[in-house]
Protein backbone atom coordinates (compact mmCIF):
# COMPACT_ATOMS: atom_id res chain seq x y z
CA UNK A 1 0.00 0.00 0.00
CA UNK A 2 1.47 3.37 -1.06
CA UNK A 3 -0.24 6.37 0.84
CA UNK A 4 -1.71 9.42 -0.53
CA UNK A 5 -0.36 12.84 0.40
CA UNK A 6 -2.82 16.07 0.61
CA UNK A 7 -3.48 17.85 -2.15
CA UNK A 8 -1.49 21.61 -2.65
CA UNK A 9 -1.27 23.84 -5.62
CA UNK A 10 2.01 24.03 -7.75
CA UNK A 11 3.57 26.86 -10.15
CA UNK A 12 3.83 26.61 -13.35
CA UNK A 13 5.90 29.58 -15.61
CA UNK A 14 4.74 30.33 -19.25
CA UNK A 15 6.35 32.79 -20.84
CA UNK A 16 7.05 35.26 -18.65
CA UNK A 17 3.64 35.40 -16.55
CA UNK A 18 3.26 33.05 -13.50
CA UNK A 19 0.23 31.10 -13.25
CA UNK A 20 -1.01 28.94 -10.82
CA UNK A 21 -2.19 25.42 -12.18
CA UNK A 22 -3.03 21.98 -11.20
CA UNK A 23 0.06 20.82 -12.72
CA UNK A 24 -1.40 17.22 -11.36
CA UNK A 25 -2.83 16.00 -8.19
CA UNK A 26 -0.37 18.50 -7.02
CA UNK A 27 0.89 17.28 -3.43
CA UNK A 28 3.83 17.75 -0.93
CA UNK A 29 5.11 14.19 -1.44
CA UNK A 30 5.17 11.25 -3.75
CA UNK A 31 3.06 8.67 -5.01
CA UNK A 32 2.93 5.96 -7.23
CA UNK A 33 0.55 5.56 -9.70
CA UNK A 34 -0.86 2.16 -7.74
CA UNK A 35 -3.39 -0.59 -8.88
CA UNK A 36 -4.52 -3.95 -8.49
CA UNK A 37 -5.84 -5.73 -11.66
CA UNK A 38 -8.89 -3.09 -11.16
CA UNK A 39 -7.25 -0.18 -9.85
CA UNK A 40 -5.10 2.97 -10.33
CA UNK A 41 -3.28 5.79 -8.61
CA UNK A 42 -1.83 8.85 -9.62
CA UNK A 43 1.47 10.34 -8.37
CA UNK A 44 2.75 13.39 -6.88
CA UNK A 45 4.47 16.60 -8.38
CA UNK A 46 6.19 19.27 -6.29
CA UNK A 47 6.65 22.17 -8.08
CA UNK A 48 9.69 23.06 -10.18
CA UNK A 49 11.40 26.93 -9.33
CA UNK A 50 12.73 28.98 -12.79
CA UNK A 51 15.92 30.90 -12.74
CA UNK A 52 15.97 34.27 -12.54
CA UNK A 53 17.86 36.91 -14.87
CA UNK A 54 19.40 40.05 -12.60
CA UNK A 55 18.24 43.45 -13.46
CA UNK A 56 19.95 45.06 -15.95
CA UNK A 57 22.09 41.78 -17.06
CA UNK A 58 22.63 41.63 -20.80
CA UNK A 59 21.99 38.06 -21.39
CA UNK A 60 19.20 37.20 -23.16
CA UNK A 61 16.15 35.57 -21.89
CA UNK A 62 15.53 32.19 -22.50
CA UNK A 63 12.18 30.69 -23.99
CA UNK A 64 9.67 29.54 -21.25
CA UNK A 65 7.83 27.43 -23.29
CA UNK A 66 9.13 25.91 -26.53
CA UNK A 67 6.92 24.10 -29.46
CA UNK A 68 3.26 24.35 -30.38
CA UNK A 69 0.77 25.14 -27.56
CA UNK A 70 -3.00 24.32 -27.77
CA UNK A 71 -5.88 25.76 -25.82
CA UNK A 72 -7.79 23.52 -23.03
CA UNK A 73 -9.88 21.42 -24.87
CA UNK A 74 -11.09 17.77 -22.67
CA UNK A 75 -9.92 14.80 -24.72
CA UNK A 76 -12.38 12.43 -26.29
CA UNK A 77 -10.48 9.57 -27.64
CA UNK A 78 -7.13 8.05 -27.71
CA UNK A 79 -5.25 6.70 -30.65
CA UNK A 80 -1.70 4.48 -30.60
CA UNK A 81 -1.40 3.00 -34.27
CA UNK A 82 1.76 0.89 -33.20
CA UNK A 83 -0.30 -1.05 -30.66
CA UNK A 84 -3.64 -1.21 -33.10
CA UNK A 85 -5.33 0.87 -29.93
CA UNK A 86 -7.80 3.45 -30.58
CA UNK A 87 -10.48 3.94 -27.64
CA UNK A 88 -12.77 6.45 -25.80
CA UNK A 89 -11.05 8.72 -23.47
CA UNK A 90 -13.29 9.53 -20.16
CA UNK A 91 -12.25 11.80 -17.53
CA UNK A 92 -10.67 10.76 -13.64
CA UNK A 93 -11.35 12.49 -10.88
CA UNK A 94 -10.74 11.66 -7.44
CA UNK A 95 -12.19 9.10 -5.24
CA UNK A 96 -13.39 9.70 -1.60
CA UNK A 97 -10.35 8.76 -0.58
CA UNK A 98 -8.24 10.98 -2.49
CA UNK A 99 -7.03 8.03 -4.72
CA UNK A 100 -7.90 8.77 -8.48
CA UNK A 101 -10.91 6.95 -10.27
CA UNK A 102 -9.90 4.31 -12.86
CA UNK A 103 -12.33 3.32 -16.01
CA UNK A 104 -14.64 0.65 -15.02
CA UNK A 105 -13.71 -1.56 -18.15
CA UNK A 106 -10.90 -2.90 -19.77
CA UNK A 107 -11.04 -1.16 -22.89
CA UNK A 108 -11.59 2.41 -22.09
CA UNK A 109 -8.63 5.06 -21.41
CA UNK A 110 -9.19 7.51 -18.45
CA UNK A 111 -7.59 11.35 -18.79
CA UNK A 112 -6.70 12.71 -15.04
CA UNK A 113 -8.87 15.86 -14.74
CA UNK A 114 -6.53 17.56 -12.50
CA UNK A 115 -4.16 17.31 -15.14
CA UNK A 116 -3.68 19.70 -18.47
CA UNK A 117 -5.54 18.33 -21.06
CA UNK A 118 -3.54 17.35 -24.23
CA UNK A 119 -1.77 19.68 -25.89
CA UNK A 120 -1.55 22.58 -23.73
CA UNK A 121 0.85 23.29 -21.39
CA UNK A 122 2.26 20.33 -19.17
CA UNK A 123 2.05 16.58 -18.88
CA UNK A 124 -1.30 15.49 -19.37
CA UNK A 125 -1.90 12.07 -18.12
CA UNK A 126 -3.89 9.15 -19.59
CA UNK A 127 -4.12 6.37 -17.36
CA UNK A 128 -5.45 2.84 -18.30
CA UNK A 129 -5.44 -1.10 -17.18
CA UNK A 130 -2.88 -3.77 -17.92
CA UNK A 131 -5.73 -5.67 -17.20
CA UNK A 132 -9.04 -5.94 -16.09
CA UNK A 133 -11.02 -8.49 -14.18
CA UNK A 134 -9.21 -11.40 -16.64
CA UNK A 135 -9.31 -9.39 -20.06
CA UNK A 136 -6.12 -7.80 -21.17
CA UNK A 137 -5.96 -3.45 -20.88
CA UNK A 138 -5.55 -1.29 -23.34
CA UNK A 139 -2.20 -0.15 -22.43
CA UNK A 140 -1.15 -4.20 -21.99
CA UNK A 141 1.39 -4.03 -24.48
CA UNK A 142 2.68 0.11 -23.37
CA UNK A 143 6.36 -1.65 -23.12
CA UNK A 144 6.39 -2.31 -26.60
CA UNK A 145 6.34 1.96 -28.08
CA UNK A 146 9.63 2.79 -28.85
CA UNK A 147 10.49 6.45 -29.44
CA UNK A 148 9.07 8.18 -32.18
CA UNK A 149 5.78 6.01 -32.39
CA UNK A 150 2.70 8.13 -32.48
CA UNK A 151 -0.38 8.51 -30.18
CA UNK A 152 -3.46 10.53 -31.65
CA UNK A 153 -5.36 12.10 -29.29
CA UNK A 154 -9.09 13.57 -30.22
CA UNK A 155 -10.15 16.17 -28.60
CA UNK A 156 -13.77 18.26 -28.02
CA UNK A 157 -12.70 20.92 -29.77
CA UNK A 158 -12.10 18.69 -33.45
CA UNK A 159 -8.48 18.99 -33.03
CA UNK A 160 -6.44 15.92 -32.81
CA UNK A 161 -3.16 16.19 -31.19
CA UNK A 162 -0.51 14.28 -32.16
CA UNK A 163 2.30 13.36 -29.89
CA UNK A 164 5.84 10.93 -30.51
CA UNK A 165 6.98 8.81 -27.70
CA UNK A 166 10.51 10.36 -26.14
CA UNK A 167 10.97 7.65 -23.64
CA UNK A 168 9.44 4.79 -21.44
CA UNK A 169 10.16 3.06 -18.37
CA UNK A 170 9.29 0.91 -15.38
CA UNK A 171 9.46 2.07 -12.37
CA UNK A 172 8.83 -0.11 -8.68
CA UNK A 173 6.48 2.08 -7.01
CA UNK A 174 7.98 2.45 -4.20
CA UNK A 175 10.46 4.66 -6.24
CA UNK A 176 7.85 6.14 -8.08
CA UNK A 177 9.70 9.42 -9.79
CA UNK A 178 6.72 11.91 -9.59
CA UNK A 179 9.03 14.95 -10.51
CA UNK A 180 9.64 13.58 -14.25
CA UNK A 181 6.39 12.07 -14.46
CA UNK A 182 4.16 15.01 -13.06
CA UNK A 183 6.34 18.04 -12.70
CA UNK A 184 6.55 21.22 -14.54
CA UNK A 185 7.44 21.36 -18.09
CA UNK A 186 8.11 23.58 -20.95
CA UNK A 187 6.44 22.02 -23.41
CA UNK A 188 3.20 20.10 -24.39
CA UNK A 189 3.63 16.91 -23.07
CA UNK A 190 2.04 13.65 -22.33
CA UNK A 191 2.27 10.89 -19.95
CA UNK A 192 0.55 7.10 -20.45
CA UNK A 193 0.48 4.95 -17.30
CA UNK A 194 -0.20 1.87 -16.18
CA UNK A 195 0.37 -0.97 -14.00
CA UNK A 196 3.59 -3.54 -14.62
CA UNK A 197 5.98 -6.22 -13.28
CA UNK A 198 4.44 -9.05 -10.83
CA UNK A 199 1.53 -9.36 -9.31
CA UNK A 200 1.74 -9.86 -5.96
CA UNK A 201 -1.40 -11.72 -4.75
CA UNK A 202 -0.21 -10.95 -1.27
CA UNK A 203 -1.08 -7.08 -1.44
CA UNK A 204 -3.61 -7.33 -4.50
CA UNK A 205 -1.22 -4.57 -6.59
CA UNK A 206 1.31 -5.04 -9.32
CA UNK A 207 5.12 -4.11 -7.96
CA UNK A 208 5.37 -1.70 -10.75
CA UNK A 209 4.60 1.06 -12.75
CA UNK A 210 4.82 1.47 -16.63
CA UNK A 211 5.19 5.06 -17.71
CA UNK A 212 5.28 6.34 -21.51
CA UNK A 213 6.60 9.86 -22.19
CA UNK A 214 5.52 12.38 -24.73
CA UNK A 215 5.81 15.32 -26.77
CA UNK A 216 3.79 17.34 -28.82
CA UNK A 217 4.98 16.98 -32.63
CA UNK A 218 1.69 18.52 -34.33
CA UNK A 219 -1.89 19.06 -34.91
CA UNK A 220 -4.69 17.26 -37.43
Known sequence: MIPVP???????????????VLVVLVVAGA????GTRDH????????????AVPPGSSEAVPE?????????????????????????????GLQADGTMQVPGDARTVGWFTKAPTPGSLGPAV???????RGAAGTF?????????????VTREDGRTAVFA???????????FPSDAVYGPIDHAGLRLIT??????????????????????????
Request: net charge positive; hydrophobic share 40%.
Open 40 to 51: SRPAATPAAATP
Open 165 to 175: VTASDRYPKDR
Open 64 to 92: LTTGELLPTSVPTRVAIPALDVDVPVIGL
Open 140 to 152: AHLTRLRPGAEIR
Open 195 to 220: CGGDFDTGTGHYTDNVVVYAALRGTR
Open 6 to 20: RPAPARIVRRGLVIA
Open 31 to 34: VAFR
Open 126 to 132: LAGHVDY
